[in-house]
């Protein structure tokens, strides 16, 4: 847990970071506020977080944790990239495959999760719906006949990818409202790059349009990096701490308080592993034979037993020492 204290930590850092960013930054900087090394440093501190949740994942959300620093990884290597620290030509193609990278990544955390849940299921219909809301977006926003046809076609593509992100967390929240953040996140991650790929193919300008985009880009991605590493630890711990104080008399009892208290629409056979996970067992009798007498046992505990010969004829008494 000291891990993942940490590395909220380092979130609330990336976020003050931010801020003072823009206390300290260019005010005469139409674009961005915010230096180019504090938004550097920013990024930075959220990916050691990713890396710090996946060090401290446990076996059960090893994969989605990896995943989520995996996509980080990419994010920051992208911002990299599309600040031009990483000289490359065609830095805007090369950004967006950096990102694409990553938030592959974050769907198959986010797939991890639902899968987990047995809520596949339900993805179709947001999914569709945040596609269309994507190819809205792309085609409202970014879609600029000027440009070459590819970067079009590639812009199109880079925005249902996102698209797809933002719809398969929202299934997974509509599931488990516990991902609610991951939602907004996904969300955020796609009004932050909706706004920049505006700048870049529609000339779109808003003042300190760079800093709007930064914010909401770096929230999103914090939010989605502490949805997806956290797994169920905080559950796990309290559900423990219910268990020793007796609230559960069966395992049902305590799949129905995670339910209830987290508002989980798990599948039983992942309930019953998180379950398994807090050490919560049935509570069992000792072994009884039934064919025991409770007045001999009655009477072995206060200093005598009556044994019966092998001829089944009358008791005999005797004392013991």
Not at 49 to 75: I, K, V
Not at 181 to 198: E, P, Q, R
Request: net charge positive; hydrophobic share 50%; aromatic share 8%.
């Amino acid at each position: 847990m000291k891990r993942h204290t940490f590395a909220y930590a380092l979130v609330a850092l990336a976020a003050l970071v931010m801020l003072a960013g823009l206390a300290v930054g260019n005010r005469g900087d139409v674009r961005n506020r915010i230096p180019l090394p504090l938004r550097m440093l920013s990024s930075l501190l959220v990916w050691l977080a990713a890396l710090l949740l996946w060090r401290g994942a446990t076996p059960a959300s090893r994969q989605p944790a990896t995943l989520a620093a995996a996509g980080m990884g990419c994010g920051f290597l992208g911002d990299l990239i599309m600040a031009r620290v990483v000289p490359l030509p065609h830095h805007v193609i090369f950004g967006m495959l950096a990102f694409g990278v990553g938030h592959g990544c974050y769907i198959g955390a986010t797939a991890h999760h639902l899968a987990r849940r047995d809520a596949l299921r339900t993805v179709p219909l947001p999914l569709l719906a945040s596609w269309i809301v994507g190819a809205a977006g792309w085609y409202g926003v970014a879609r600029n006949p000027a440009q070459p046809g590819v970067l079009n076609r590639a812009a199109l593509a880079y925005a249902l990818l996102l698209a797809s992100m933002s719809g398969m967390s929202a299934a997974l929240a509509a599931r488990d409202r516990q991902y609610l953040s991951l939602a907004i996140g996904g969300a955020l991650f796609f009004i932050s790059d909706l706004i920049l790929a505006g700048e870049l193919f529609r000339d779109l300008f808003l003042p300190h349009i760079g800093d709007a985009i930064w914010m909401t880009y770096l929230t999103g991605q914090g939010l989605i990096v502490a949805a997806l590493g956290t797994g169920r630890e905080a559950q796990v711990a309290e559900l423990k701490q219910k268990a020793a104080e007796g609230q559960f008399q069966r395992g049902q009892d305590a799949a129905a308080w995670v339910k209830a208290r987290y508002q989980a629409e798990d599948a039983w056979s992942g309930m019953y592993s998180l379950v398994q996970r807090a050490g919560v067992r049935k509570k069992v009798p000792r072994p009884f034979n039934p064919k025991a007498s409770v007045e001999a046992q009655d009477a072995w505990k206060k200093g005598a037993c009556h044994c019966v010969s092998g001829d089944r004829g009358a008791p005999r008494r005797r004392g013991l020492a």
